[in-house]
């Protein structure tokens, strides 16, 4: 039997019909990943726990015991495992789908399907290190006594906001590395520059309070600011998001759906060029 593309296909946005035809793949995909990750390593799901204390461990030596960051009140440890869960669970989407049409390229060249597939497959595997991400802050909030209450249903608003915003950037960077293969390269670099860029380590205020107004949109340009700081403020109630975290949810809006209709345009070339 002989599966027949319509070439019309490629110049639209993809299809949901098509992409759910094959969820058996997808969920083939991701199971297989999860497997690598976890089930076929030495230390296995420890590795998700290891990485947020790990940087949490580092962000508390620099801006809390070295810089004093102001955290209205907030315990540090506290503070900052807010911001690393969200995001890890980026840095994860943006490291691995870098990679991933590369990495499965013997399957794009022999069989069709929605490539779309491969990358979301990786974002579907970084639920787990969220998912260990936040056990971690719950642990914390509880060890810190970090009152609940109803405002913090707010904070899957804002999740929702960071998956979107990891999804996009990563649909960016699988299908521009497929023509610019140094991109895969570049991408820890820029995951380790925004991790200072973005305020996981300290409050937005410590940054817009010292640079001007042309600065501060630039600064809510970068997605996962206005993000990350209305996730702490559902969370914690500090760091009010201002007018400038719009900004932020209209580069994500504008992240994602442009790279669906990139990675649309370049989905019939992929074979060629893995």
Request: hydrophobic content about 55%.
């Amino acid at each position: 039997m002989k599966t027949v593309v319509d070439a019309n296909a490629w110049s639209r946005v993809p299809d949901i019909k098509e992409l759910f035809a094959h969820r058996d793949l997808f969920l083939t995909l991701a199971y297989r990943d999860i497997r690598v990750r976890y089930a076929q390593t030495m230390l296995g799901v420890m590795w998700a726990l290891f990485q947020p204390l790990a940087t949490m461990l580092i962000l508390i030596l620099v801006f809390d015991r070295a810089l004093k960051v102001d955290t209205a009140g907030i315990p540090y440890p506290v503070f900052a495992i807010t911001g690393i869960s969200a995001w890890s669970y980026f840095s994860f989407v943006l490291r691995e789908s870098g990679s991933s049409i590369i990495g499965a390229q013997e399957i794009v060249r022999k069989i069709y399907f929605p490539r779309l597939i491969i990358p979301l497959s990786k974002a579907t595997v970084g639920l787990v290190d969220l998912g260990v991400s936040l056990l971690v802050m719950i642990t914390l909030y509880i060890y810190h006594g970090v009152p609940m209450h109803w405002g913090m249903v707010t904070a899957l608003f804002y999740l929702v906001g960071i998956m979107i915003t990891a999804v996009g950037v990563g649909i960016w960077v699988s299908a521009l590395t497929i023509r610019f293969r140094d991109i895969q390269h570049l991408v820890p670099f820029l995951i380790q520059f925004g991790l200072f860029v973005t305020p996981v380590a300290y409050p937005a205020q410590t940054m817009i309070g010292s640079i001007p107004q042309w600065a501060q949109v630039l600064y809510f340009l970068n997605p996962m600011a206005g993000m990350i700081e209305g996730y702490r403020w559902a969370l914690l109630g500090v760091g009010a998001p201002g007018g400038l975290s719009l900004i932020s949810f209209a580069s994500a809006f504008v992240i994602c759906i442009s790279g669906l209709f990139y990675f649309r345009s370049m989905e019939r070339k992929i074979a060629d060029l893995v």
